[in-house]
């Protein structure tokens, strides 16, 4: 496979205005007023994409929830600040200050979702009351966590090229090529759905990577634990010699060297200028640039696509649960389609635009499986307080003396902090507060994560990316792979697959699923698939391998009923022709019942 290089370049944007300075403080500030500082969380992103054809600049929003991160920032430690204020004044006291985290514990609950307070890291009214009135206000408590605010929102380093994927390719590709002559073909890739009869071992009506390769996916090369096989130091794999990988520059502005670099990079004749056919600007583009009107673009002309409008702009949002995340194209879908761009939005949270034959990939990615150590810690901790509590509802420090002192040592440490009314009696509910304050924190850190790779065949076909391939995407997946080749070409080849340049935003604590899971999945025989979201309740419970459609194994009902349903006669219930059937039966009951 000839391998095609992408080359992301980020650049920070600022994007949260600082607090405004304060004046002299007479009385407590309304809360809604209060809750507009926002910290300077840099949530805005210029992203360089230097494809096969052409550079493409992408203004990349980043939010949590539909929400800017520094404002969801804010409201965490907004939550935080009037847990900490026991006398509900709008301040922090002198008491009340060393009950609240440190910034090195927010630090250690951004990152690791849990923190224990020590005697020697306390937030001390020293360290918050930056003016010296003996309290602290809310701009100064957001102030106080400049380290922390440093982990909210972070770029990651390029994922390196998955060390076994061209091996996947080609395993599935010989197995797709039926005359063996190195091209697919439309009959020999429609035919892959006959392989359900012979390799779906587990019958779930679905081809799993590992049914179809079965030698190329070990478990334990998903999980990272057979690194030391891979690279003899057992260190990570690292981008090919030459690939350039990502690069964050200060929060302010896209350096002037970008200029430079994009005409070194484009300049096929060596004469410092950029004709149209080599900077693969399209015309609209590259004639608004072109002042001179001589047809190439110096140094000072492209400088002005370097400081003007993005070519694009995206924004990325993260929530909870899968089906909430949002990838979603900002610049008119008309303008971006007379501009050569092609856009496919695969699914709410994952958009997939191509500029000539390079896809980039912008996906909001939530874990199914999150990271972090809280719930487990929790769990461990409310055992302990039931221990100390015996058959009270709350705890007292006496409680915590005695034989037992040193098993109740993290209960001591976190009785006062936790103790919400300090009437010195830790009541079960306030333990729960406490921890469910920090676990607040560990999902408002996010990463976007970057990454120039060559997908493998099974990955161009897992249109969902639920690591199998069900029905509907083996028959349609001739549609989704002769696109990759120019033209009005029948067949497919190797060549055709492209490396493929993805920007991935997730929570800072699933990172690792980025790295381990997104770009090689794999699932196991007989592994319990995550279960749907959408459609009537019927339709989600009669998926069972939860493929987004209901076959007729599947289906609990009559063959006529099944046929009723199935508008398009495919032998698959989709979620749009449940939905329909759904309204048409509530529909009817309205009826019946007005009647």
């Known amino acids: 496979m000839t391998r095609t290089l992408a080359t992301l370049v980020l650049f920070g944007l600022a994007a949260a205005g600082a607090a405004a300075p304060r004046g002299p403080e007479v009385a407590p500030a309304p809360r809604a007023a209060a809750s507009k500082v926002l910290p300077p969380v840099a949530d805005e992103q210029e992203v360089v994409i230097y ?3 052409r550079p493409v600049r992408v203004r990349l929003s980043t939010r949590l929830a539909g929400k800017p991160i520094a404002e969801m920032w804010s409201d965490k430690l907004r939550a935080a600040f009037e847990f900490f204020d026991r006398d509900k004044d709008g301040f922090l006291s002198a008491a009340e200050s060393p009950n609240t985290f440190s910034d090195t514990g927010v630090q250690q609950m951004l990152q690791n979702g849990f923190y224990q307070p020590t005697p020697q890291d306390r937030a001390t009214i020293d360290r918050l009351d930056n003016d010296g009135d003996g309290k602290v206000s809310f701009a100064e408590y957001v102030a106080y966590y400049r380290g922390s605010t440093a982990f909210v929102f972070r770029s990651q380093p390029v994922v390196a090229e998955n060390p076994t994927g061209a091996a996947v390719t080609e395993a599935l590709f010989k197995l797709m090529d039926a005359n063996g002559d190195g091209k697919l073909t439309r009959t020999e890739v429609n035919g892959v759905e006959r392989l359900l009869a012979t390799r779906d071992t587990d019958e779930d009506e679905c081809l799993a990577q590992s049914e179809l390769a079965p030698g190329l996916t070990d478990p334990r090369l998903i999980r990272g634990q057979v690194q030391i096989q891979l690279q003899p130091n057992g260190q990570q794999p690292q981008p090919p010699a030459g690939d350039q990988t990502v690069v964050t520059y200060e929060v302010g502005r896209v350096p002037g060297t970008l200029t430079q670099q994009v005409i070194k990079r484009y300049d096929k004749d060596g004469d410092f200028d950029l004709k149209r056919d080599e900077v693969g600007f399209d015309e609209p583009t590259f004639s608004k640039l072109d002042r001179d ?7 000072e002309e492209l400088d002005h696509w370097r400081t003007g409008p993005a070519d694009l702009e995206v924004e990325l949002s993260l929530a909870g649960n899968a089906a909430d995340c949002v990838a979603r194209l900002k610049t008119d879908a008309k303008d971006v389609a007379a501009r050569g761009f092609v856009v496919k939005q695969v699914e709410p949270g994952r958009l997939i635009l191509r500029c000539g034959r390079q896809p980039i990939e912008f996906w909001s990615y939530a874990a199914v499986v999150g990271g972090g150590r809280q719930p487990a810690l929790k769990t461990q901790y409310q055992y302990l307080f039931t221990q100390a509590a015996k058959d009270k509802d709350h705890v007292m420090e006496k409680d915590l003396n005695g034989p037992n002192a040193v098993q109740f040592q993290f209960l001591r440490t976190l009785f006062e902090p936790a103790d919400a009314n300090g ?5 079960r509910a306030e333990f729960d507060a406490y921890f469910d304050l920090q676990d607040s924190f560990r999902n408002v850190a996010l990463s976007l994560t970057p990454a120039v790779q ?14 199998r391939l069900g029905v509907r995407e083996l028959r349609t997946a001739w549609d989704r792979l002769i696109v990759l080749e120019p033209g009005s070409a029948e067949e497919v080849t190797r060549n055709a697959i492209l490396p493929t340049v993805s920007l991935r935003l997730s929570r800072s604590l699933d990172r690792f699923a980025i790295n381990q899971q997104v770009d090689f999945r794999f699932q196991q025989p007989n592994q319990m698939p995550q279960v749907p979201q959408k459609g009537p309740v019927w339709f989600r419970k009669m998926d069972r391998n939860a493929d987004g459609d209901v076959s007729r194994s599947e289906f609990l009902g009559t063959k006529a009923e099944f046929d009723a349903i199935d508008g398009d006669k495919d032998d ?3 979620l749009a022709e449940a939905e329909t059937f759904d309204a048409a039966a509530r529909a009817k009951e309205g009826d019946e019942a007005k009647k």
Do not use: C, H, V, Y
């Open 51 to 53: 494809t096969q054809s």
């Open 454 to 467: 060559t997908p493998t065949l099974f990955q161009l076909l897992d249109e969902n990316r639920d690591g």
């Open 423 to 427: 009437d010195a009696k830790l009541t």
């Open 572 to 574: 698959l219930i989709s």
């Open 293 to 299: 009107g001589n047809r190439k673009l110096d140094g």
